[in-house]
């Protein structure tokens, strides 16, 4: 590592094999013009993609499971637990979407916390009334598609993501 002195007599540690001209280079702000080429590059992914994926994936595997177990109740079960996901990913999208979530930066986040505790609020609801809304609930079943149907949004990020870019000499 190399060390510069200061004029108090301690020293600083700068990282190894960056001069000050490339420590300049490493953080850059983007002008308005950048920041707009940028974003022309990058797929726009909806958050509508995300639940039409997760509602596709919990059909299928949900239908998948159902002729595996031969059983109608975990085809059900499977089902409850995936729209204990949908459901309020979907309100929490509308709410994000409304016009007040977006009047400034103060409103956005407050908008984000209130419908980010309604989804939560409202998908412990939906498991608390799974007994009495399911007939014979198969409790694995039922975790088992709000896992899966939760981590689709992962899925979906990266399904988002193998859009090809507009200029492809940048990658590698």
């Known amino acids: 590592m190399t060390e ?37 590059t990058q797929p726009a992914l909806s958050v509508w993609w995300v639940l039409v994926a997760q509602l596709l994936t919990a059909c299928v595997l949900g239908a998948a499971v159902g002729l595996w177990f031969g059983r109608m109740s975990v085809f059900v079960s499977w089902g409850y637990g995936a729209l204990s996901v949908i459901l309020p990913a979907a309100l929490f999208a509308r709410g994000l979407k409304s016009p007040a979530a977006s009047i400034n930066a103060v409103a956005a986040t407050l908008s984000f916390a209130v419908w980010q505790g309604v989804k939560m609020v409202l998908t412990v609801l939906l498991l608390v009334l799974a007994p009495r809304v399911v007939e014979d609930l198969s409790w694995p079943a039922l975790l088992a598609g709000l896992i899966v149907t939760m981590k689709v949004y992962w899925l979906a990020l990266v399904w988002g993501k193998l859009k090809p870019v507009a200029n492809p000499s940048t990658h590698l």
Do not use: C, I, N
């Open 4 to 40: 510069t002195k200061l004029s108090s007599g301690g020293h600083q540690r700068q990282s190894p094999g960056l001069e000050d001209s490339e420590q300049e280079d490493v953080f850059h702000t983007l002008t308005a013009e950048e920041a707009q080429a940028w974003r022309a």
